[in-house]
């Protein structure tokens, strides 16, 4: 398995600035993962952050937006931007251990609110 | 278009009961299908996983049956507990390093 951890692990923000959200793991892997989860309901992926190259944004998600960046193997960090109270949310990072294992595991959560 | 479904939404079981989480998915393609369990204020943990090449996986209290003709699977939990209430998502992914696509997930609450 792999240990994720998120900074910060909850956050409160005005509207219009932004947040940057880190994930660190405690070992190298090559697929990592941003999620949203609004109160109550499932997980929604926002995109996959490959180590060396863009990352991949899924429908309704913009890098303008959610700006990501993977420096190394082992670090992310996800920026939402120009905060809304609809971004209220929590954001999970998840990374998929190596072959031929696949497994996926999720962070702590960082709990946003957007006042 | 929602690609893995699940039922129920919520659950109450006696202590020592037995829930049963249902998906049921429709892209052929997929191969790989964990359960997560998420406590509040917590990520998701993986708790169990199977492969269609397998139609019975158990680990300790949870055992997921799957059924690759009807493209359904499900998880058991035996001899449930108060402490295994949770909320459990299944979720399905496809070859070649795709991302996990999550079902809305079950909340379950096992009482005393």
């Known amino acids: 398995s792999a240990v994720i951890s998120q900074k910060p692990s909850r956050d409160i923000c005005q509207r219009g600035t932004s947040l940057t959200i880190q994930c660190q793991v405690d070992?190298?892997?090559?697929?990592m993962f941003w999620y949203r989860q609004q109160p109550g309901q499932s997980l929604t992926l926002i995109a996959t952050a490959n180590q060396g190259s863009e990352a991949t944004y899924e429908s309704g998600f913009v890098i303008d937006k959610f700006p990501i960046s993977r420096p190394n193997l082992t670090f992310s960090t996800l920026t939402v931007s120009n905060l809304s109270p609809e971004d209220s949310s929590i954001y999970l990072c998840s990374v998929e251990a190596r072959p031929p294992s696949y497994e996926q595991y999720f962070g702590p959560g960082t709990r946003l609110t957007v006042t | 278009q929602q690609q893995v479904k699940q039922s129920p939404q919520s659950l109450i079981v006696q202590k020592g009961g037995i829930p049963i989480i249902n998906c049921a998915y429709e892209n052929t393609a997929f191969d790989y299908f964990p359960w997560y369990q998420q406590f509040p204020g917590k990520g998701p943990a993986l708790l169990i996983a199977i492969r269609p090449d397998v139609s019975e996986k158990k680990e300790g209290r949870f055992t997921i049956s799957f059924n690759k003709s009807a493209k359904q699977f499900s998880l058991h939990i035996m001899d449930s507990q108060p402490g295994d209430s949770a909320t459990y998502f299944c979720a399905a992914s496809s070859p070649g390093n795709t991302p996990l696509v999550f079902g809305k997930g079950t909340r379950l609450s096992v009482i005393a």
């Open positions: 070992s190298q892997v090559t697929m």
